[in-house]
Each structure stands twice: as structure tokens, then as C-alpha cells.
């Protein structure tokens, strides 16, 4: 009897260590055969918090993934399922269990964009952020933006770097504006340091308000430094700056798109026609050229600039040739005017 029962006994043992291996087989085909995914892919949503299990029988309620609990066995067995991480996951065709087990180890998770333009001010960047269908708008009270991030100043202005920022779906507006803020420390952080000499600039912020003028002077790229040129000597000598751009945002909701001689009376901390020296804060989100115009002008003896009525301007060292730039500008945009 004892013979007949461990013969029975290796039998079953033996059956047993047969069914294992094909389970370990089956588990391990499974693991590395593609899933049905559309020809289109899949976007596959993880909440946070939520468990593989519920995970992988979703894919399964949606036919992607045929056999959910080698899923979640295969990573509870390799201590995996503990680590997947939240977010939205594009899941492209042929993709395998496996492979999808290691996105969402990795956290390979969708990025989406939002490009913050030159020369915009930082409440038409906060709207920019807040109208993307995919950024969790936090922010009620703009006037709150300064203390809920801890800006250097009290004014936010200027202090964003405009750029394009990637970011996960369910992002706040907050953690899109300290990016940009942070990308705008480092930058002022890597530059301050190598700037020309005997700037009459006492800080970083006040070469990030004259870059912010510059940015809304001129698009050209080689007439960044030029402008610079000329508001830089016009400060070391005493001259008011004269920039309209800054009127202009002195005006606020008032300025209907016509800069008149009424307004460049009107008096404000940004009537640089009626202020000597810097404007409080920038006028507008400067962008690393800007800034390095600012920081590294160019030399020359010219005092003015006008617009030429085309997209660039005329410079000149003395008020005579200024005036007559002047003149001829408004010659040409008269005649633009009778056409």
C-alpha cells in the first residue's frame, strides 16, 4: 500500500510540475504577445490611486486585453504592480503586456504643450494656461498669482519665460507658471553673470524690465541689441527713455490701438515720456534674446529710433537726423493713409 501511494503521490507531483510549467509558458507567451489594440491606439487613462486589477479589467471590458489576471499575477509575482504610475498612456498597436506594464512603470505618460509667446503680458500667458482643455484652472484671483508662487516681486509681471512647456494631463495652471518661472530664474541666473560691463542696471529685474522694452520695440532679431543700444546710453545720460510700448501699458484697457499726444501727457510710473529712468516692473514676458540684447547692447552714439512703417526703424546719434526720420515717416504714412 505505502508503494502504491507514493507511486500516486509522484504521479500527482508530476502532473503538478507539468501544469506549472505551462502556466509559467502560458503567462510568459501571454506577457510577450501583442494585444488587441486598434489601428488607431489606445488611450488608456490611470486615475491616481487606482490598482492594476481595476486597470487590467478595464482593458479587458474593452477587449485590448484578453487575459487580466495573468496580468496583474505575472506583476504581483515580480513585486511590479505596486509601481504603476497615474496619468494617460498612449498605447500604441503591437503593443504587448509587458511593454505596457513598463510604460506604466516608467511613467510614460502623454505630454501635452502650451506655448507662451514673446512679448505677451503674464495675464495673457495665465490665459493661455487656464483655456487648455487639459490644465485644471486653480487660479480664481489673478492678483493672487505673486503670493501663490512666491514671486521675487509683488507685480508677476515679467517674471514667466516664454517658451513651450510640456506637461501631463490634469496639470494645474500652477505648476505651469512655476515651470515658467523657474525657467526664467535660471536663465536671468546664467546670464546676469556675463554681462557686458557698466550697465547702469543695479539688479537682474531691472535688466528683465528693459529686456521686457526691447521685446515690445522690435521683433527684429538684429535690432534687439541696437535698441538696447539706445535706451541703455539714454539712461547713463540722463535722457528719458520716450518708449511708447510702455505708455501703452500704463494705459491698460484704455488704449483703444491709437497712441495719441494726449496719452504721452497723461501722467503714470510707466510714462516714460514723463518719468525719467526704468518703469516700475516690465511691460510684458521678455524672451532670451531680449534679455540678452539688454544685458549686452550694442556700442554706437545713437540716441533715437523711429519705425520705418515697413517693420524696422531708423536710428540716429542726433535729435536733427531724428527729426527728419521722423518726418519722413510720417510722409510715408500719409501717403498710405490717401491710398
Known amino acids: 500500500m505505502r508503494a502504491v501511494a507514493l507511486r500516486v503521490l509522484g504521479a500527482a507531483l508530476v502532473v503538478a510540475a507539468c501544469g506549472a510549467v505551462w502556466f509559467v509558458t502560458d503567462v510568459t507567451r501571454f506577457m510577450k504577445a501583442p494585444m488587441s ?10 486615475e491616481p490611486g487606482e490598482t492594476l486589477t481595476r486597470v487590467a479589467a478595464r482593458l479587458a471590458a474593452e477587449s485590448i486585453l484578453t487575459h487580466p489576471r495573468y496580468l496583474v499575477g505575472y506583476a504581483r509575482w515580480h513585486e511590479r504592480d505596486r509601481r504603476i504610475q497615474a496619468g494617460e498612456y498612449r ?3 503591437e503593443s504587448t ?8 512603470e516608467r511613467g510614460e505618460v502623454v505630454r501635452h504643450r502650451v506655448r507662451l509667446i514673446e512679448g505677451w503680458t503674464w495675464r ?5 494656461i487656464q483655456s ?10 489673478p492678483a493672487d498669482v505673486a503670493r501663490i508662487l512666491d514671486l521675487p516681486t509683488p507685480d508677476p509681471e515679467g517674471w514667466f519665460l516664454p517658451a513651450t ?10 505648476a505651469l507658471l512655476e515651470m515658467a518661472h523657474r525657467a526664467m530664474l535660471e536663465l ?6 556675463e554681462r557686458s560691463r557698466d550697465l547702469p542696471f543695479r539688479s537682474p529685474y531691472e535688466a528683465l524690465i528693459l529686456a521686457s522694452i526691447v521685446e515690445k520695440e522690435t521683433a527684429i532679431a538684429e535690432e534687439r541689441p541696437r535698441v538696447a543700444g539706445v535706451f541703455v546710453r539714454r539712461l547713463e545720460r540722463g535722457m528719458r527713455l520716450e518708449a511708447d510700448p510702455t505708455v501703452i501699458y500704463g494705459l491698460g484697457e484704455r488704449f483703444d490701438g491709437n ?3 494726449r496719452d504721452l501727457k497723461r501722467d503714470s510710473p510707466y510714462n516714460t515720456y514723463r518719468r525719467g529712468g526704468l518703469p516700475p516692473t516690465p511691460i510684458a514676458l521678455p524672451g532670451a534674446a531680449a534679455l540678452d540684447a539688454a544685458l549686452h547692447p550694442a556700442d554706437g552714439a545713437e540716441l533715437f529710433f523711429v519705425a520705418t512703417g515697413e517693420g524696422g526703424h531708423v536710428f540716429s546719434a542726433t535729435f536733427a537726423e531724428h527729426r527728419k526720420a521722423v518726418d519722413a515717416w510720417q510722409r510715408r504714412r500719409g501717403t498710405k493713409e490717401k491710398r
Not at 97 to 104: H, N, Q, V
Not at 132 to 141: D, M, S
Open 132 to 141: 487648455h482643455p487639459l490644465v485644471r484652472a486653480t487660479i480664481e484671483r
Open 97 to 104: 503586456p509587458e511593454r505596457l506594464l513598463e510604460m506604466m
Open 124 to 128: 495673457r500667458a495665465l490665459a493661455e
Open 259 to 261: 497712441l495719441t499726444r
Open 37 to 46: 489594440v486598434p489601428a488607431e491606439g489606445y488611450v488608456l487613462l490611470v
Open 91 to 93: 498605447v500604441p498597436p
Open 165 to 174: 512647456y510640456d506637461f501631463r494631463r490634469g496639470s494645474t495652471d500652477v
Open 188 to 193: 536671468l541666473e546664467s546670464t546676469w553673470p
